[in-house]
């Protein structure tokens, strides 16, 4: 097994939320049948969240028994639980709402109106990080980790040239004044991410392109996040043909 990165182009976004959402649905069968039980990492924005629509609209949908699956989230928006911002309740509304999750394997980031000092809310969800760890190391095994990709190339909420980003020593930290709205965060941190088995890169539009370009480039991960993220088995960047505009032909796999 490699791990090295591959990149699948669909020819708009519609095809690329649909084939993602296909392949989670199948790749989950497949963990759980081999492992009993599934850690994933979800990520928010629009593309993010219409893939966990997109799972929920397909008829293949409940072929995964939801009640072995674990949820987690790379990073979020410290604003009130209710908050349209929240990446939790976006997931909730796709998707977490309507399949027979256990309350218990939903594991959110704590929210402004329920811990309201952003530090120990980043503490916090370390410790329940902790709490379900494999052995010997700080975090559960994570299978799949989605993540999203900013015109700056950003991942989870880890900017370039910013602390978060060169962070190695914690799992989670705290992010203020980040340069989009909301500016205070809550994230993991490069290591956890990198921790996943895989991790499965969705990205839509013209304006993640050059981004995406970096880094596939060689770019630095301080300097463009995303050139930085590398799950443990497997990095696949699942774009649509416009932000495949500056990948390099000899990096496409294969349509299939």
């Known amino acids: 097994m490699t791990n090295e990165r591959r990149v699948l182009v669909h020819p708009d976004q519609q ?13 989950t069968v497949d963990i759980l049948d081999d492992l009993g039980e599934a850690n994933v990492v979800l ?5 993010g969240i219409a ?8 008829p293949a949908r409940d072929s995964v ?3 072995k699956v674990h949820f987690w989230w790379g990073d979020e928006r410290f604003v009130p639980k209710n908050s349209e911002d929240r990446n939790e309740r976006q997931a909730r509304e796709a998707l977490l709402d309507h399949i027979a999750v256990p ?7 704590p929210a402004s109106d329920e811990i309201a000092d952003i530090d120990e809310a980043a503490s916090v969800y370390a410790a329940e990080l902790a709490a ?5 190391a700080r975090q559960p095994r994570f299978d799949i980790t989605f993540l999203g990709v900013g015109p700056d190339g ?12 060169r962070e190695t020593e914690a799992t989670t930290v705290a992010v203020r004044q980040a340069p989009k709205p909301p500016p205070e965060r809550i994230s993991l941190t490069r290591p956890v991410l990198n921790s996943s088995d895989r991790i499965w890169l969705v990205l839509a539009g013209a304006d993640k392109a050059s981004a995406l370009g970096l880094a596939l480039a060689g770019a630095s991960y301080t300097e463009v996040p995303v050139a930085g993220a590398k799950g443990r088995k497997r990095t696949v960047f699942f774009v649509d043909q416009d932000a495949a505009a500056e990948v390099p032909e000899n990096l496409i796999a294969p349509s299939y």
Not at 15 to 24: K, P, Q
Not at 43 to 47: I, L, Q, S
Not at 103 to 109: F, L, T
Not at 132 to 136: C, I, K, P, R
Request: aromatic residues 8%.
């Open 15 to 27: 095809a690329l939320t649909g084939s993602v959402a296909a392949r989670f649905l199948t790749k």
């Open 154 to 165: 950003h991942i989870a909420s880890l900017f370039p040239d910013r602390s978060g980003i």
């Open 43 to 47: 990520t928010g924005g629009t593309v």
């Open 65 to 67: 028994d939801w009640t």
């Open 132 to 136: 379900f760890a494999s052995e010997g």
């Open 51 to 58: 893939v966990l629509a997109a799972v929920n609209e397909s």
């Open 103 to 109: 309350p218990e394997n939903v594991h959110p980031m």
